[in-house]
């Protein structure tokens, strides 16, 4: 298991002023026991886009006119280290940073292990995980003085430890699309497939048009849209 340093900083997003009119998402309107805040963490190891995810999922949301803040830990984020970015979406506020413990409604989990390590302080029965299945050995499984669990075992774990969880090739199927980077992208539409966060495809193409040079739409539309299929 790899260590996080304390909180290395946060960034709270709102809706702008003004003659903005806030929508009330469709997901808190389908029901009324929608927790707010909804506490999502995204997990992986440093160079998996892990940031980068955060980045775009809290500008479609935030688009939407709820309110959202990132808290993000890292560890040696240069050498595979732990990354976790913490996301509180909430349509009436901006809340602290980091989620309480046992506290989390969704893990987006870019390493198997990642995902785990995430789930044990931040899990209850309610919890929801989608997970990349490709693992990204840390240092001491690559010395041989650790060994990596096996995948059905991380499967296991994940449905003892969560209400429901997918477990997806995402790595694999982003470097069908040309780059193992992608796999993050994958993630975020396989979130929008479980209807558990609303996003639709138009509100992806314009947050990746205002971050991300032109000629990377098409690419990570088909990202978008291969991970949405993955999980309907």
């Known amino acids: 298991m790899r260590s996080s340093a304390p909180a290395a900083g946060s960034v709270s997003l ?46 479609i949301l935030v688009n939407r006119g709820l309110h959202v803040t990132i808290g993000e830990t890292f560890g040696a984020s240069q050498r595979g280290g732990s990354v976790m970015s913490h996301l509180r979406i909430s349509q009436n506020r901006a ?57 059905d075992r991380i499967e296991t774990w994940l449905k003892k430890f969560s209400r429901r969880y997918w477990l997806l090739p995402a790595t694999e199927e982003a470097m069908k699309l040309g780059s193992p980077i992608l796999a993050n992208i994958i993630l975020i539409g396989a979130l929008a497939g479980t209807g558990e966060v609303s996003m639709e495809r138009r509100e992806f193409a314009e947050t990746i048009a205002a971050i991300m040079p032109e000629n ?7 990202a978008f849209d291969l991970g949405r299929e993955m999980v309907t």
């Open 95 to 151: 809340w602290s940073p980091l989620i309480p413990a046992g506290r989390g409604h969704l893990i987006i989990g870019l390493e198997p292990i990642e995902s785990l390590r995430v789930l044990a302080p931040y899990g209850n029965p309610g919890i929801m995980v989608i997970a990349n299945a490709r693992p990204v050995q840390p240092i001491g499984v690559i010395c041989g003085d650790q060994e990596y669990p096996a995948m």
């Open 14 to 59: 709102s809706a702008p002023k003004g003659p903005f009119k806030r929508r009330r998402p469709p997901e808190l309107e389908k029901t009324n026991e929608t927790p707010d805040p909804y506490n999502l963490i995204i997990t992986g190891v440093g160079g998996q886009g892990n940031v980068l995810a955060s980045k775009v999922l809290a500008n």
């Open 216 to 222: 990377k739409l098409d690419i990570n539309l088909k």
